[in-house]
Nanobody, 134 residues
């Protein structure tokens, strides 16, 4: 059984930093961070594959150069280091175990997704709120 538990969300001012953590059990492979602002679709933020290769959202809400995804395999943890946060980064952030083999891992770092499609390609954590004030 796959279980994902996020932590580390909170409230910061614009320009601040936060680090999110995701404790993973029952799964190994492509992992990702997604986010969903109120009233909007869920969007890919960053992915990391089992070989350590990473990819980041680099259009419409780009995080490239500001966010860093990493993993600690020994501890089964996935991290998202977020620097220079902006008010538009405000959202619920979700950790995802991307089990679908229909696309490369990096594919999921972009795009917009809606329920019920979400369960067709990933297992999800419960989410953690990130709020950035100006």
């Amino acid at each position: 059984q796959v279980r994902l538990v996020e932590s580390g969300g909170g409230s910061v001012q614009s320009g601040g930093s936060l680090t999110l953590s995701c404790a993973v059990s029952g799964y190994s492979g492509c992992m990702g961070w997604f986010r969903q602002a109120t009233g909007k679709e869920r969007e890919g933020v960053a992915t990391i594959d089992s070989d350590g290769s990473t990819a980041y959202r680099d259009f419409r809400g780009s995080v490239k150069g500001r966010f860093t995804i990493s993993q600690d395999n020994a501890k089964s943890l996935i991290y998202l280091q977020m620097n220079n946060l902006k008010p538009e980064d405000t959202a619920v952030y979700y950790c995802a175990a991307l089990f679908s083999r229909s696309r490369e891992c990096a594919y999921w770092s972009g795009g917009f997704y809606n329920s019920p499609d979400l369960e067709r390609f990933a297992y999800w954590g419960q989410g953690t709120q990130v709020t950035v004030s100006s």
